[in-house]
């Protein structure tokens, strides 16, 4: 059986490893990112969109229409600049760059959730996947 497959996240690191890996070549994937990945399938159809817009729901949601989804995966993780380095002091980081870590990390995650919910309640034994990682540094 085919499964359609939701993954934020997909244009290298975990996100890309992740499409590359886990769906079989019958699978459709949809996949969410900034920038494009280099990956190359028939069944792969590439959203562009910054998780840091909250208008990035409708472009997903007017992407994928009423197709049924059966593994959503968000695999998204930004940081402050200086995260996890010597030089980082919480108290001193820019709250412009809070809002966006928070944003993207927390708010995002539930809006795109929500809005996915009709297409997951179609899909077959749907699965939602939240995974936080460090991969986000660079961004």
């Known amino acids: 059986m085919t499964k359609r497959f939701l993954v ?3 244009s290298k690191g975990l996100g890309k490893a992740l499409i590359e890996g886990v769906p079989t070549a019958q699978d459709t ?3 969410v990112s900034r920038s494009a990945p280099i990956f190359d399938s028939n069944n792969f159809h590439w959203i562009q969109a910054d998780l840091s817009d909250p208008n990035s729901t409708k472009i997903v949601k007017n992407t994928i229409a009423d197709t049924p989804i059966d593994c959503l995966i ?3 993780g930004i940081w402050e600049k200086t ?3 010597d030089e980082y002091q919480f108290e001193t980081t820019d709250d412009a760059e809070v809002l966006n870590m928070v ?3 927390i708010s995002a995650c539930i809006l795109h959730l929500k809005t996915m919910l009709p297409n997951l309640r179609l899909g ?3 699965k939602i996947i939240l995974i936080g990682s460090t991969w986000g540094l660079d961004n």
């Open 103 to 105: 944003q993207t990390n």
């Open 124 to 126: 077959e034994n749907s």
């Open 8 to 10: 934020y996240g997909v």
């Open 29 to 31: 994937i949809y996949g």
């Open 74 to 76: 968000y695999n998204v």
């Open 83 to 85: 995260a996890f380095t």
